[in-house]
């Protein structure tokens, strides 16, 4: 059986190593094994993607670029939303998780895919919103969760965040099955199917973080936990598979997509992004961004998903493998970790 592996998005746990800036030059479609691709940068309250980025040059969600639109828009975690069915002819979507009027509340949210240009950029529609339809009294504050992952395998999405009882922080997760509905492409059926207490450790990571950053060297980790194992592991604290482990500076919003590994480092007014294969040593990407972010999200999608917003209606699963076949034979991408 391939690996299928889950990579936590919590933007904790994990934090990381060291590229060489020297190695900044290698060409993303070289880093991903493939030219057919499509990268999803959720900067602020806009998301753009991108196809066919010019070898030496940065990828645009990696650089300093003013927003298009507003920065209004309430915070929020996004996580990608592709259908339980591998073979399902709906194209993949960035799911939101959001408070609103003291709920917790989503959207769903379309991937445009660049026409006559190598980017396309769209506002998030931030009117467009669906509640979780779930009856719990308590709704976790934005700024009291922790993480928000999405398992394709089995549609769950666990909301993860630091609840308070009796005067107790006791961290907690949320089990929802979020699956499609038919009648209404901006919502998702979704039930809440169990609730329970996580192990500490997974918060007190993100203590130990946060005093190790003072003295800008931390060990940066990253765990993978199986696909269908995210509850017993949360709940009993167990850390899962280290994928990666190198000293470095300190990195921000950290995150795997596709094998890969984005992430951001801050020092003042030096702000920069790195992009790196999470196995492969085959160097990285460095780009100058020298601007924050209230929100940052990085996405890369290859095979049916990709091939699904390129395509459209017209897409074909056959055709699409047989693309990717023949794309790429010697370089293929490492398993796919999201
Ligand atoms: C994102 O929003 C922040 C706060 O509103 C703003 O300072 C920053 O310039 C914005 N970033 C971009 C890339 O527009
Ligand atoms: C879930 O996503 C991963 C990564 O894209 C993919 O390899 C896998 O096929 C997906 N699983 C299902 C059941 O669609
Ligand atoms: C949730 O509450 C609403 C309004 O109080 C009620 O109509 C609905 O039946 C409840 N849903 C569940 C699943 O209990
Ligand atoms: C900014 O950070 C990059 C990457 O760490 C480093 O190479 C560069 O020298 C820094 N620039 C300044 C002006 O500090
Ligand atoms: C980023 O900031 C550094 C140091 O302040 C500056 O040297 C560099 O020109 C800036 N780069 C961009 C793209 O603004
Ligand atoms: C899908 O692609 C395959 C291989 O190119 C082709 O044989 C088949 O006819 C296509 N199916 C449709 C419905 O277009």
Not at 148 to 165: D, L, P
Not at 170 to 178: E, G, N, R
Not at 260 to 269: A, D, P, R
Not at 280 to 292: E, F, H, K
Request: with cysteine.
């Amino acid at each position: 059986m391939g690996r299928k592996l889950l990579s936590l998005t919590f933007s904790l746990i994990f934090l990381l190593f060291l590229i060489s800036p020297s190695s900044s030059t290698t060409s993303f479609r070289k880093l991903l094994g493939t030219e057919k691709y499509a990268i999803v940068g959720i900067t602020n309250c806009t998301s753009t993607t991108e196809i066919n980025v010019d070898d030496g040059y940065c990828i645009h969600h990696m650089v300093a670029k003013l927003d298009h639109f507003d920065n209004s828009c309430i915070p929020f975690y996004s996580v990608l939303y592709a259908p339980i069915e591998p073979e399902s002819p709906h194209a993949p979507k960035i799911l939101q998780v959001f408070l609103n009027d003291g709920k917790l509340a989503y959207r769903l949210v379309d991937i445009e895919f660049p026409q006559s240009k190598n980017v396309a950029h769209s506002r998030i529609p931030s009117e467009k919103l669906a509640y979780f339809t779930t009856n719990l009294t308590i709704h976790p504050l934005i700024s009291d969760i922790i993480g928000v992952v999405y398992e394709n395998v089995s549609g769950f999405i666990y909301v993860i965040y630091k609840a308070f009882e009796d005067g107790q922080m006791k961290p907690k997760a949320d089990v929802y099955q979020m699956e499609q509905d038919f009648s209404s492409p901006n919502s998702l059926l979704n039930t809440h199917l169990y609730q329970f207490y996580i192990d500490n450790y997974f918060v007190d990571t993100v203590c130990f973080t946060i005093t190790k950053m003072n003295i800008h060297m931390i060990m940066v980790k990253i765990f993978s936990i199986p696909y269908g194992s995210l509850t017993y592991y949360l709940k009993r604290g167990i850390r899962g598979k280290l994928e990666h482990d190198i000293e470095s500076p300190r990195r921000e919003k950290v995150q795997v997509t596709n094998g890969l590994v984005y992430s951001i480092l801050n020092e003042g007014n030096n702000i920069t992004s790195f992009l790196r294969p999470l196995h492969r040593d085959v160097g990285g990407i460095i780009c100058a961004m020298n601007s924050t972010r209230t929100e940052d999200y990085f996405f890369v999608l290859t095979g049916w998903e990709f091939c699904k917003l390129r395509d459209g209606h017209d897409a074909n699963l056959t055709g699409c493998n047989m693309e990717f076949q023949e794309a790429a034979p010697e370089l293929a991408a490492p398993a796919v970790l999201r």
